[in-house]
């Protein structure tokens, strides 16, 4: 099954007369917010809760395309400086304006202490409030992909934050807990008004947004999250929630099969794969001691082979995802269909190269799985397990809910996982900076390269779109050859809803609610 993903110029929809609303709209997710702290936790769900409270300084609308948000317009005033002109009539749900000092708080915010977004914007040396409610904001050189980082900062209200003794953003990875961490408050269409945490959040109107509330039509959304897949599809058909995005490809036909529902598909901009630490002396869960097979290219190579992706995606996924031979996914600044190919199934390799490299009995390991966070997430770990088992290698599962699996992986505790990437700035330059720089904060598998971490500096710096796709080209290619992480697919999502709720699908898995409508 091939898929494409296509983008559409933007638009503007601008409404004249305000719905009234009334409308409740229930929505479900395998897995909760992991914090209400927009700045704690580089995480989709996560930022699908925080997205309906808090605002940017720019967005990306339904087609992904960038549109002005907090800032109305923006200029680069020289190669290294940018001035954004900061909405007019803005407050926050409380009442209280926004002010560009709230904007220069957040983006210092983001960058500093426990933040989990610091790398997304790392080339910022500066930001200061200036005349006329405009913020100029410095890079360490040009940085072509400023309004694609910036589009994921939130901006808080400075005086409430320090109000509320969250200056500094939440220490997520050492289970702190703060005022922010359980509350929000945006500049957003809605407002959380009860946090239940992996029970219920609600959300409701914000009277207060400066938007056109006749985009939607919602007084109240609920998230109730249903980690178990059979339980939230039957919740759907009952009429006890209105929406998920987060569908199983097995309950597709059945849910389009009744009259009161229906299921939308897109490719995702997401992709699947399973991360080994290559970079510790010994593993922690294996039965080989004093040395690391997975410092062995030729293990890792094994452990590729081995995998039947085809298989996966026909028995697991029902034919809704792309196997991958890349860990970043077609619309991304960078990919090339090439190198997404993938190295052919083959058993026979796998146990020549295990023996090759010092394991003709295969070794021992453990994989780190979620069970509520990806599609299918824990049937594909398992399917995994088989496939390893039958070159040698002995794979024990420990699957998790992902509030424990992240917080493990992120303390450095896992010798072989899964892990998902999303992109949204649609440029290599997110991958390599959390998941392939030598200091990426997600970088738990120990790849160093020190050309890449080259490479990766002039991301950043390089106007020259041709000389820029040839240094990212040089990167995947060092990458490649390398294979720190095993690509398995690009995931394709499935929106599923009661037949009279429109919530439009976009391809980063993010409902935007200020769109939504329930007839």
Known sequence: MKFSIKFFLPFLMIGIISPAFSATLKWSMPGDSLTLDPHAQNEGPTHMVSRQVYESLVTRTVDMSIQPQLA??????????????IRDGVVFSDGSPLKASDVVFSINRALSGASDVKELIDSITSVKSTFNNQVEIKTDGPNPILLNQLSQIFIMSEAWSK?????????????????????????????????????????????????????????KIELLPIKNDATRVAALLSGDIDFTNFTPAQDIKRINGSAMHKVESTPQARTIFFGMDQGIDELRSSNIKGKNPLKDKRVRLAMYHALDMDAIQDKVMRGLSEPAGM???????????????????????SKKLLAEAGYPDGFEITLDCPNNRYINDEAICVAAVGMFAKVGIKVNLDAQPKSIHFKDLQNGLSDFYMLGW??????????????????????????????????????????????????????????????????????????????????????????????????
């Not at 109305?72 to 002109?85: G, L, N, R």
């Not at 077609?330 to 269909?337: E, F, R």
């Not at 779109?465 to 290619?477: P, T």
């Open 72 to 85: 109305t317009s923006w200029k680069a005033t020289d190669p290294e400086t940018w001035v954004f002109k």
């Open 163 to 219: 109000k509320n003794g969250c200056e500094q953003s939440q220490d997520y990875d050492a289970s702190q807990e703060t005022y922010c961490s359980i509350n929000a408050m945006g500049t957003g269409p809605f407002a959380i008004t009860l946090r239940e945490q992996n029970t219920r959040t609600v959300f409701e109107r914000n009277n207060n947004w400066w938007g056109d509330q006749s985009q939607h039509n919602l007084d």
């Open 327 to 349: 860990i970043t996914f077609p619309g991304v600044q960078g990919y090339t269909k090439e190198l997404d190919t993938r190295l052919p199934y083959d058993p026979n390799l």
């Open 422 to 519: 999303g992109v949204p700035t649609f440029d290599s330059h997110y991958v390599y900076s959390f998941l392939l720089k030598s200091d990426g904060s997600w970088n738990k598998v120990g790849f160093k390269s020190d050309r890449v971490d080259e490479l990766v500096g002039t991301m950043l710096t390089e106007t020259n779109l041709e000389q820029r796709n040839a240094n990212i080209a040089e990167a995947w290619a060092i990458v490649q050859d390398n294979m720190p992480y095993l690509p398995l697919h690009h995931q394709v999502i499935s929106w599923a809803t009661k037949s009279n709720v429109d919530v439009p699908i976009r391809t980063n898995n993010e409902p935007l609610f200020r769109f939504a409508k329930v007839n």
